[in-house]
């Protein structure tokens, strides 16, 4: 059976046009993907497409109600029509674009609850297909024992009819598969060499938005539970800075914008003009005290034993100043924001 392309253009603000494709339901001509990876952390969502590219969109979720248009996309947004008995059942979109329609951000929310929403970024088919069997899908959770969130992910097996970005898709996810945050980058980690001493405990604190978790591994790679440490995420951050800006500004800022502000490195929080840059290092250092006095309370008696810790996730870099007085013990990762997501599919 031969499939069927007509050819369709959508603009993006990136480019002048976008051609995409409607192809024709074909049963005989499956893609299986062996596995699948979905990172939707409070920040961002990661995924990687069927080509191996590393995709990175904002975990914001906009809810389209009956009347509203369909927004238009670009390379950082996603628009799911999700299909049932030949009806639409509902619209959203995840992205950029939800952010810049007020949507809600994950790190308001239960983002392991969001999970049935964003998996949809994860369910594509090749370039040309519109038809995938995913035989396994990984999606990071902060905790594999909760039993609860591990049967809410465990509910996203089974069959998906929907219209992504335009075109229509049918997906089959066969078995999910819930993998406990920072144990895939540790995988990567070991795998790629990025530890000098294997042979010793080594641990993996992870910096998220919402908050960051370090965790320590031994040498055959067990998780040692009762190490774990939770630790403030850039939220916290965002918080020190809202309140130092009070006195002058006068009321509470968005937190989320600054967090923008952050990661964008202009210390301006939207188009407001308000900059926080006099105040970002002095709260910056009182955020990773913070951090360092419950890595202490956790770890305290594991330092002698531990080789190496790698700061890994979208606030990584921030963490330079630990990695300096550390003298390297504890170091941001290489790609620290990808190596989680490619450690997934290992």
């Known amino acids: 059976m031969q499939l069927i392309f007509q050819p369709i253009f959508t603009p993006n603000k990136y480019m002048t046009v976008t051609p995409m494709y409607h ?50 996309i670009d390379d950082e947004s996603v628009q799911i029509e999700v299909i049932k ?30 999970a049935k929403h964003f998996i949809y970024a994860a369910l594509e088919a090749m370039p040309g297909q519109n038809t995938v069997v995913i035989e396994c899908l990984r999606i990071a959770l902060p905790d594999t024992r909760h039993t609860e969130n591990f049967a809410l992910l465990k509910e996203l097996e089974g069959v998906y009819e929907f219209i992504r970005n335009g075109q229509r898709l049918y997906t089959s996810v066969r078995h999910v598969e819930p993998v406990d945050e920072t144990r895939a980058a540790y995988r990567y980690a070991v795998r790629s060499g990025l530890f000098k001493s294997p042979k010793s405990v080594n641990g993996i604190l992870d910096l998220g938005g919402g908050t960051g978790i370090g965790r320590l591994y031994s040498p055959n790679g067990s998780l040692n539970r009762q190490a774990d440490a939770i630790v403030p995420g850039t939220y916290a951050l965002a918080e020190k800075i809202d309140a130092a800006l009070l006195p002058t500004t006068g009321f509470s800022q968005n937190l989320g914008l600054i967090m ?9 929080i939207g188009t407001s003009g308000i900059s926080f840059a006099h105040l970002f290092e002095k709260c910056r250092d009182a955020w990773l005290s913070e951090i360092r006095g419950k890595l202490r309370t956790k770890w305290g008696q594991y330092f002698s034993e531990i080789g190496e810790v790698l700061i890994i996730g979208g606030s990584a870099p921030l963490a330079k100043p630990i990695q300096e007085s550390t003298n390297g013990r504890f170091k941001v990762a290489p790609s620290p924001q990808t190596i989680s997501i490619q450690g997934m599919l290992l």
């Open 23 to 72: 192809v024709t339901p074909n049963p005989d001509h499956l893609l299986k993907r062996q596995v699948a990876a979905l990172d939707a952390g409070n920040r961002t969502t990661q995924w990687i497409t069927p080509t191996g590219q590393v995709m990175t969109i904002p975990s914001v979720i906009k809810h389209l109600e009956p009347w509203e248009d369909t927004p238009e």
């Open 85 to 114: 008995d030949g009806d639409t059942t509902s619209r959203f979109a995840i992205g950029t674009e939800a952010q810049v329609q007020k949507g809600t951000p994950a790190f308001e929310v239960n983002k392991v609850e969001l």
């Open 260 to 268: 923008d502000a952050i990661a964008s490195g202009s210390f301006v």
